[in-house]
């Protein structure tokens, strides 16, 4: 298995404009998770959706993030317009929901670092 | 919600000591506590985990205690290498709760040669 993987892998973009990042979940995994991590705040729960719904977005900043699940096994996390204080590594992450063994707990991707000038 | 506290935010020991990272959470309903580690530019991973039912749990150089009654679990090091020097996060998790994580703040392990 390739495990999670996410692209792109480094995005650098302007200010206003669109991002788009990827997610792959591992092959039957249910569960995905998007987090960002950065120096000042660490790493943070953005949403997460169990079998393509979203159970909880509170961690969203803003209305111009959002994030989808338009089949079982992708997933997109979307910033529209861009800011520079979005600039951070972005980091999705899958798992098998109910969480029954150590082998069902969650498996980050390699990150989007992403630059917003 | 929950709510997971990580000390210390950084850690410095000589190669071959020991090293300890310890970590509250405020939800007693919580029965599952993995520890990732992230070296730099890299990905966190799962390093090793315990569940409630279970008090220790070893694995080769690394141990994991929990300890339900304080709310409390910790990461031992022992015998520490140079490639031990990384971020070291906590979490805790509730099955109910769709597995999500609540992570600590994290510790940057340094282990000097």
């Known amino acids: 298995d390739a495990g999670v993987i996410q692209s792109p892998r480094h995005e650098v973009t302007e200010m206003g404009q669109e991002v788009t990042l990827r997610c792959k979940l591992i092959?039957?995994?249910?569960?995905l998770f998007w987090y960002r991590q950065t120096m000042m705040r660490g790493l943070e729960l953005l949403i997460y959706?169990?079998?393509?719904?979203?159970?909880?977005d509170s961690g969203m900043p803003e209305d111009r993030f959002s994030a989808k699940m338009p089949n079982a096994s992708f997933s997109t996390l979307k910033i529209q317009p861009s800011e520079p204080r979005d600039s951070a590594v972005y980091f999705c992450?899958?798992?098998?929901?109910?969480?029954?063994?150590?082998?069902?707990?969650?498996?980050f991707g390699p990150g989007t670092r992403l630059t917003v000038l | 919600g929950e709510n997971v506290e990580q000390h210390p935010s950084t850690l410095s020991v000589q190669e071959g000591d020991s090293a300890v990272i310890k970590c509250t959470y405020s939800?007693?309903?919580?029965?599952?506590f993995p520890w990732y580690k992230q070296e730099l530019g890299k990905r966190p991973q799962l390093i090793i985990d315990?569940?409630?039912?279970?008090g220790e749990k070893k694995d080769q150089r690394i141990a994991v205690t929990l300890n339900k009654t304080a709310k409390h679990f910790s990461l031992h090091i022992t015998e520490t290498q140079p490639e031990d020097s990384a971020v070291y996060f906590c979490?805790?998790?509730?099955?109910?709760?769709?597995?999500?994580?609540?992570f600590g703040g994290g510790t940057r392990l340094m282990v000097k040669p």
């Open positions: 092959s039957g995994h249910n569960s």
């Open positions: 939800d007693s309903a919580s029965n599952y």
């Open positions: 979490a805790a998790a509730f099955d109910n709760a769709g597995n999500m994580l609540t």
């Open positions: 992450a899958s798992s098998l929901f109910p969480l029954i063994s150590s082998t069902d707990t969650q498996y």
């Open positions: 315990i569940r409630s039912n279970v």
């Open positions: 959706f169990n079998n393509n719904v979203p159970i909880d």
